[in-house]
């Protein structure tokens, strides 16, 4: 997506009620949250989302819901391939873009089995282009099923057609990713966003448009305050704070996510339960506890930063 400066996109959560419905006024606020904290556009209907436990038509009202409360602010893209005939992906993708999404997202893998090849898979991707003529589009290199990311070759080719412009990357390697920022940083309109925080500031200054990561859904502020900072000579040393912080909490801000996630939100003063659709574990004493002491040092960081919560 077009964007003068450095952003960060949401992977946005889906509030459940603890009956297991979707909690339209908890998705409300929470996307109010991101709002307030500087987000620059909105990954809805997501991973994050918990998208594979969603209906066709929960996927449509979550994503609807989103760009409604949203009120033009800021562009939200969302999945809309979710395996099957291309011709069906398609027919999906077309109600996603009617939504008036900037960009419908292709799941890369779901557009190819893992034993097929990266021809097999451009293929695919064409026929998909022929089949939603005019949609704006993005890949997301979601690793469910399994990851199949894309090389800088592939993309390029991709991003050359005018219909690709938007990347979610998880390769984790910042040399493929500089690869790739090289043979498409001529397209305006393209943007790459990084989603591994172990080499977010290199990442950055590599030319990412941004960042679209988990740590987002803990503290949106924070990553929109690297996105801001992150070349700032005067705060060098902060942004160095923040980037160890970030590398230091990895492991607990993944284990049993999103349910991690959403207790932390939790502490923040956020109306929302910790139910997922998905099986992602148990929630521990041992994660609640490591999930507190995260939060208490955040606010230390957050004091130190002088970030302030609207």
């Not at 009120?71 to 398609?90: E, N, Y």
């Not at 451009?122 to 589009?137: C, I, K, S, W």
């Amino acid at each position: 997506m077009e964007n003068s400066q450095k952003g960060f996109i949401p992977v946005m959560l889906t509030p459940f009620s603890a009956n297991g419905e979707i909690d339209y006024k908890a998705l409300t606020e929470l996307t109010e949250v991101y709002l307030n904290a500087g987000a620059s556009g909105l990954f809805a209907n997501c991973l994050s989302s918990e998208m594979f436990e969603l209906s066709d038509d929960e996927r449509l009202k979550v994503i609807s819901h989103v760009i409604s409360v949203t009120k033009g602010a800021v562009p939200v893209v969302a999945t809309g391939t979710f395996g099957g005939a291309i011709q069906k992906q398609a027919e999906f993708v077309k109600r996603v873009n009617d939504l008036g999404t900037e960009a419908v997202i292709m799941i890369a893998s779901l557009l190819a089995k893992e034993q097929e090849t990266d021809e097999v898979f451009n293929q695919r991707v064409f026929e998909l282009f022929d089949h939603t003529a005019g949609v704006p589009l993005g890949f997301y290199e979601c690793p469910v099923p399994y990851k199949r990311t894309l090389d800088a070759g592939q993309l390029q080719q991709f991003v050359e057609t005018g219909r690709v412009i938007y990347h979610k990357d998880t390769c984790l390697d910042l040399g493929k990713i500089k690869e790739k920022l090289a043979v498409t940083d001529k397209f305006e309109r393209f943007g790459l966003y990084d989603a591994y925080m172990a080499h977010a500031v290199d990442s950055l200054k590599a030319g990412s448009a941004g960042l679209s990561c988990i740590q987002g859904n803990y503290f949106p502020e924070l990553i929109v305050w690297l996105c801001n900072n992150y070349n700032n000579d005067q705060m060098e040393q902060e942004v160095r704070k923040v980037q160890q912080f970030l590398v230091d909490n990895m492991d607990v801000m993944h284990n049993v996510y999103p349910i991690v996630s959403k207790y932390f939100l939790q502490k923040r003063g956020l109306n929302i339960s910790t139910f997922t659709r998905r099986d992602v574990g148990i929630f521990t004493n041992t994660i609640v506890k490591e999930i507190e002491s995260l939060y208490k040092n955040y606010e230390v960081l957050r004091s130190d930063l002088s970030i302030q919560l609207l």
